[in-house]
């Protein structure tokens, strides 16, 4: 799986929209985009997955450049529950047992 | 119900103890999964269990001893624990093994071992 990199923090003002970058440069043509994060004390919660287009649903958008070497993740209207460590992950997606490789993450903070 | 559970949600063991996390899913799904999470780090994956089937062991010591039951329970075994192995263990589970589809995760086990 490709490797992928985030900055380590962000802060975002509560009722702002949420840019999470991430950077995949060496990312293949069969490997999805996923997003997972994790609120303080609790386990991962998968957010959204995507491997060209743009996608959304009720929790977040996610854009993917056209080369696919990098993608944001947008929280529209950040709450402060939105607190937690983002993790960005680069998975091939095909037959057989799969592997979650997480990195460091982003940690965003919201702020009233 | 998109629910994984997990029990305990904290245990303490002494080194030379025997002891069992539980991990139960009633979401029909037929991977499942047991990471280990130090603190301030990432989940980093031990086992995948793959229609019952352990398939994926990532070189973990053999004091942990994972077994899957059934379908829909998964436990972890651990015996002569080292304080070194204190950490939040967390189960997950997914539709299927094959990468398309999103793993749902528990809340974990904090172990501490002493």
């Known amino acids: 799986d490709a490797k992928t990199t985030q900055p380590p923090s962000m802060d975002c003002a509560e009722g702002r929209a949420a840019n999470l970058p991430c950077n995949h440069s060496?990312?293949?043509?069969?490997?999805?985009v996923y997003w997972y994060r994790q609120i303080h004390s609790q386990g991962p919660q998968y957010i959204i997955h995507?491997?060209?287009n743009n996608e959304t649903n009720e929790m977040a958008s996610l854009i993917i450049t056209e080369d696919r070497k990098s993608s944001t993740l947008i929280l529209p209207h950040a709450t402060l529950r939105d607190t937690a460590v983002y993790y960005c992950?680069?998975?091939?997606?095909?037959?057989?047992?799969?592997?979650?490789?997480f990195g460091k993450g982003t940690k965003l903070s919201v702020i009233p | 119900d998109t629910e994984v559970t997990q029990t305990p949600k904290h245990l303490v063991m002494g080194m030379t103890n025997k002891k069992s996390l539980k991990c139960e899913q009633h979401?029909?799904?037929?991977?499942m999964y047991w990471y280990k999470q130090k603190a301030k780090k990432p989940p980093e994956l031990m086992f995948v269990?793959?229609?019952?089937?352990?398939?994926i062991n990532e070189s973990v010591p053999s004091r942990f001893s994972p077994e899957c039951p059934n379908s829909s329970l998964l436990n972890l075994h651990l015996h002569a624990l080292q304080p070194e192995d204190s950490a939040l263990y967390l189960c997950?589970?997914?539709?299927?093994?094959?990468?398309?589809?999103?793993?749902?995760f528990g809340p974990g086990t904090r172990l501490t071992v002493t």
């Open positions: 997950a589970s997914s539709q299927d093994p094959g990468g398309f589809y999103e793993q749902y």
């Open positions: 060496t990312i293949s043509g069969n490997e999805y």
């Open positions: 995507g491997l060209k």
């Open positions: 992950i680069a998975l091939y997606s095909g037959a057989g047992s799969y592997q979650l490789t």
């Open positions: 979401m029909g799904h037929r991977a």
């Open positions: 269990y793959s229609y019952e089937k352990l398939s």
